[in-house]
């Protein structure tokens, strides 16, 4: 029994001892795990929700069955419905998204345009997020003062007076180029680019902003691509044979980055067609639907984002976004 009890002894010590032994030897990996896990913890914290999810995967595109929803190459075309207002603007708060507007009020347009449009503005435009209202204008001293938001601002920059008012359109093109390079870029992380003729009438919100975005023209929307009024003319740098849509040029944004992009190359391509004496059918309009044509936007806004209340078939139209102000070229363009 003694012989037994001593083999029996023997035969646990042993075993004991690897279990010692796997304990010690694993340790020192154990306690790397632990420290990896928390190391990769602090690296990589749980973000929020509202930060982690693609507001696009959001979007419900057969909520408007009756217009169409998103382009062949996936790019979603923003209307009332589609999308939740609070999700997008909680996202881009935290996210510290920030917008420059430009607008050019040149001549008689300051007078008759540019107060409604900015007060109008700081009612619907992009609330919440900081803004700064860049106002290109021949007559500074005449540009109106508004009550502002906090983090929403007014930067007015003089700019020559063109003879002709297509001038005054195309040329804007360099201007919100330079501006963009000399200082916009250090400070906003999107840009935007109106019209003065308009007034904003509902929420003009966060879920506009996109990398590259272009608006679909309220009389073109539709219509069959053979009525597009694209340029035809093979001698300008805007001609096009067919296009995807018809877009609005009293409209567009986007990154600075796509946003300077755009403007450069639109302007490089009016300035050869100028050499070539050649002037493009609806001037800058034209060659922004030749760039959107080969540079594809990313987002597309709706009808609803610049209406014109005189276009009497409105059924799609279940919010006006921005309206065009009337109309009085006569009076207006000057030379």
């Not at 602090?42 to 419900?60: A, F, G, Q, V, Y």
């Not at 639109?266 to 002037?279: P, Q, R, S, T």
Request: with cysteine; glycine share 4%.
């Amino acid at each position: 029994m003694t012989g037994l009890f001593s083999l029996t002894m023997s035969k646990n010590y042993g075993i004991l001892c690897c279990l010692l032994l796997v304990i010690l030897g694993s340790t020192p990996l154990y306690t790397r795990y632990l420290r990896n896990t928390i190391l990769m913890i602090k690296l990589h914290p749980e973000r929020e929700p509202s930060h982690s999810i693609n507001l696009d995967d959001t979007l419900n595109f057969g909520a408007r069955p009756a217009v169409q929803t998103s382009t062949s190459w996936n790019a979603p075309i923003i209307w009332e419905g589609m999308f939740d207002p609070n999700l997008f603007d909680q996202k881009h708060i935290g996210e510290k998204s920030s917008v420059a507007l430009t607008v050019f009020a040149v001549g008689r347009y300051l007078d008759a345009y540019l107060k409604t449009f900015l007060i109008s503005a700081e009612q619907h435009f992009m609330l919440g997020l900081p803004v700064t209202y860049y106002v290109f204008t021949d007559l500074p001293d005449k540009v109106p003062n508004i009550t502002l938001a906090s983090h929403r601002n007014i930067k007015v920059i003089k700019v020559g007076k063109h003879t002709r008012w297509q001038d005054i359109s195309m040329m804007r093109m360099r201007t919100i180029s330079e501006a963009i390079q000399s200082e916009i870029r250090h400070r906003f992380h999107y840009v935007f680019c109106f019209d003065v003729d308009q007034e904003f009438k509902g929420r003009f919100g966060s879920e506009a902003l996109g990398d590259s975005v272009a608006l679909l023209h309220a009389h073109f929307y539709k219509l069959p691509k053979a009525r597009f009024t694209y340029d035809r003319n093979p001698k300008s740098k805007a001609f096009m044979e067919t296009g995807d849509f018809y877009y609005h040029a009293a409209i567009f944004g986007g990154t600075w980055q796509n946003v300077k992009h755009l403007v450069d190359a639109c302007y490089l391509a009016i300035m050869e067609d100028k050499i070539n004496d050649v002037e493009a059918l609806w001037h800058d309009e034209s060659h922004l639907n030749k760039y959107f044509w080969v540079h594809k936007p990313s987002r597309l806004l709706s009808p609803e984002y610049c209406w014109d209340q005189s276009i009497w078939a409105k059924q799609d139209i279940l919010v006006t976004r921005l309206v065009w102000a009337p109309k009085h070229y006569d009076t207006l363009r000057t030379g």
